[in-house]
């Protein structure tokens, strides 16, 4: 048993956190979970899990002043590293290292990893089932699904793990080295968290560390990257100086047609990117084109990701709750035919929206915007379109059906987080679905 006797430190009590109790613990390690919430916010049926288990949970104000003697303290990466509760150990110099690490050095398998502002869930989620229609045994975990330490523990019969990784997770590993990793794209984001956009990128750029020239990197070649010593396999739908790029409608492998885009369910430049890097990584993964393209072809796009939601009265509504950032914002805008009425807004992440303003000026005829950045993206975007601030998002569905006209679209695309008013982007995307449906027609 790897943590035998081992007294060890898991802060955060949520889905990472647990899966990294629980893994400690059925290696033999002595956990204690902390979590700075007051236990009364904490899932219930979480921590009595947990003390089930037997592992020792204290919440609230007592968990940032713990003062017990860990040989290591694990992180989940929902856990600021400069917050009270981590800073509490890194003080102390208790040795600390990351979730998505833990999980990785239990585990057997080879691991694909993805990472980019935008398109991670996408393509992990695309490229898991293509693996696994092509005979290659897989689950999609880590950022999304199970945390990696879960499926570690659960030590299934697979053949690659397939892994989205997000930058707090990456910030803390040490050893973690996918034999091939993939970089979709990088905008800023996340500066809620990040002192700056070169901070953040650093922490992105981390998923290169360990790799060596055995393994494998698919890159967007419109990308400025720094050396890196993996084999790269490069992508793009913006240039030809790629290995996979767009021609007439189809991707295209060093002159070779390989896929269609109309044989797809998938629209928009990004979502051409996203099925370039998967043929890639399957291709590094031994696989041939002509295996990989049936299943790709079957694949359908989850919710809340340009998901066209219902017709009223000539209008469409999409549902892009899945837009946290305005890289994401730009790319459902440039999908659009049509003009738009945009809904925008949400917790401000230290951001401004000004740098969409000429895309919004060609784009859109009116934004209803919400949240805690309505105010700040109406001072932005006002000059070159009407703004107008709803107090809710069913407000805003209301304005947006009173407002539209016959042939437009009601984007929902919030270009930022949902914490300030959601539970989550699926539970924000949810709601406007079950708004958008309840509209007369």
């Known amino acids: 048993m790897r943590y035998k006797n081992q007294n060890v430190a898991v802060l955060g009590a949520g889905l990472s956190g647990t899966a990294a109790a629980l893994l400690l613990k059925s290696e033999g390690a002595t956990v204690t979970v902390l979590d700075s919430a007051e236990e009364k916010r904490l899932l219930k049926s979480t921590i009595d899990n947990l003390r089930a288990q037997g592992v020792n949970v204290v919440a609230g104000p007592q968990a940032d002043k713990d003062s017990g003697k860990y040989e290591f303290v694990v992180l989940s990466p929902g856990i600021d590293p ?37 398109g991670k869930t996408t393509t992990t989620e695309m490229l898991a089932q ?14 999304i699904g199970k945390p990696l330490s879960e499926v570690a523990r659960e030590k299934k019969d697979l053949d690659v793990l397939t892994v989205e990784v997000s930058s707090f997770q990456l910030e803390t590993i040490k ?21 700056s956009v070169a901070e953040y990128h650093t922490a992105k750029l981390r998923i290169f560390e360990s790799q060596t020239a055995d393994d494998v990197a698919v890159v967007n070649a419109n990308e400025s990257l720094p050396e890196i010593a993996p084999r790269k396999i490069t992508f793009s739908a913006y240039t ?12 295209v492998y060093q002159n070779t047609s390989v896929l269609r885009m109309a044989d797809t369910k998938l629209r928009g430049s990004h979502n051409i990117e996203n ?8 291709q590094a993964r031994g696989l041939s084109f002509e295996e990989m393209v049936p299943p790709l072809c079957a694949y359908e796009p989850q919710p809340h990701r340009c998901e066209f939601v219902r017709e009223v009265r000539g209008v469409g509504y999409i549902n892009d709750s899945k837009a946290t950032n305005l890289d994401a914002v730009e790319k459902a805008l440039l999908a659009q035919s049509k003009p ?43 000059a070159v379109v009407k703004c107008e601030i709803a107090n809710s998002l069913a407000d805003a569905v209301e304005r947006a059906h009173a407002i539209a006209k016959p042939g437009e679209v009601v984007l929902f695309s919030p270009g930022t987080s949902s914490f300030d008013m959601f539970k989550s982007y699926a539970d924000r995307g949810d709601q406007f679905r079950s708004l958008v449906q309840a509209l007369p027609k």
Not at 130 to 143: E, P
Request: aromatic share 8%; hydrophobic share 40%.
């Open 175 to 195: 050893t973690f080295r996918p034999s091939i990793s993939l970089w979709l794209n990088f905008a800023p984001d996340h500066l809620d968290r990040y002192r």
């Open 340 to 382: 738009v009425v945009l809904i925008a807004g949400g917790k401000d992440k230290g951001f401004t929206f000004d740098p969409l303003r000429p895309l919004v000026k060609e784009k859109v005829r009116s934004t209803i915007l919400i949240g805690e950045m309505a105010e700040s993206i109406a001072r932005d975007w006002g």
């Open 275 to 282: 099925l370039m890097a998967t043929l890639a990584a399957g």
């Open 82 to 118: 400069d917050s009270p509760l981590a800073q509490n150990f890194s003080s102390r110099k208790i040795d600390m290292l990351g979730e998505l690490e833990l999980g990785w050095r239990s585990c057997a398998l080879p691991v694909i990893a993805i990472t980019g502002t935008n």
């Open 240 to 251: 030809n100086r790629s290995d996979f790029r767009l021609a007439e409608g189809s991707i």
């Open 130 to 143: 293509m693996l696994n229609a092509c005979g290659q045994r897989t689950i999609a975990c880590g950022n």
